[in-house]
C-alpha cells in the first residue's frame, strides 16, 4: 500500500514536471522567419507636401522556419494592423502598428518602418520592423526583423520577415 501510494506521488509529481516544462525551459532567445498575408483596405488624400494615406490590413501569419517555441515551425496566426504614410518628393514614410494572435489567444506586438519603395499594385519594398513585447508567450520579447513587402492586384499584400528575438 505504501509503495502504490508513494508510486501515486511520484507519478503526480513527473505530470507536473511535464507540463509546466514549456514555461519552465521557454527559450530566452531565438529566430524564425514567416510569411504573411493581407488584405488591405486604405484612404489617401492629396495634400499640400504630398499624398497622406492610412487604414488597415488585415490577415494571417505563417512561421516558415525557427529557432524553437514560442514561434512553431508551420503555426498561424491572426493580424491585425494599422497603417499611416505620407508619400512626396522626398519619398515614402511608412509606420505600421500590428498585433498578432496566437491559436492560444497570445498577442504580439509589432511595430514597423519602412522609407522605401511604395504602396501600389506591382510595388512594395523593404524595411524594418521592431518586436515590442506581447502578452502570454509574447511577454517581454523583443527583437529586430527586416522585412520585405510585396503589393498584389486586388488589395492584397504578401509580407516575408526574418527575426531574431530574445527577452527582456
Not at 501510494?5 to 507519478?11: E, I, S
Amino acid at each position: 500500500m505504501r509503495a502504490s501510494r508513494g508510486f501515486a506521488v511520484a507519478a503526480a509529481a513527473m505530470m507536473g514536471v511535464l507540463c509546466a516544462a514549456p514555461s519552465a525551459f521557454a527559450q530566452e532567445s531565438g529566430s524564425f522567419s514567416a510569411i504573411a498575408t493581407y488584405v488591405r483596405d486604405f484612404t489617401s488624400i492629396e495634400h499640400a507636401d504630398g499624398a497622406y494615406f492610412g487604414g488597415k490590413l488585415e490577415g494571417s501569419v505563417t512561421t516558415l522556419a525557427s529557432s524553437g517555441a514560442p514561434f512553431d515551425e508551420g503555426g498561424h496566426s491572426l493580424s491585425t494592423c494599422v497603417i499611416f504614410g505620407k508619400r512626396s518628393a522626398a519619398g515614402l514614410d511608412l509606420q505600421t502598428a500590428c498585433t498578432i494572435v496566437n491559436a492560444s489567444g497570445d498577442t504580439l506586438y509589432l511595430v514597423a518602418q519602412r522609407r522605401a519603395g511604395d504602396v501600389d499594385a506591382g510595388g512594395g519594398g523593404q524595411g524594418q520592423l521592431e518586436l515590442a513585447g506581447g502578452t502570454g508567450v509574447y511577454a517581454g520579447m523583443a527583437g529586430s526583423c527586416a522585412y520585405e513587402t510585396s503589393y498584389l492586384a486586388n488589395d492584397q499584400v504578401v509580407t516575408t520577415t526574418d527575426c531574431s528575438w530574445h527577452r527582456e
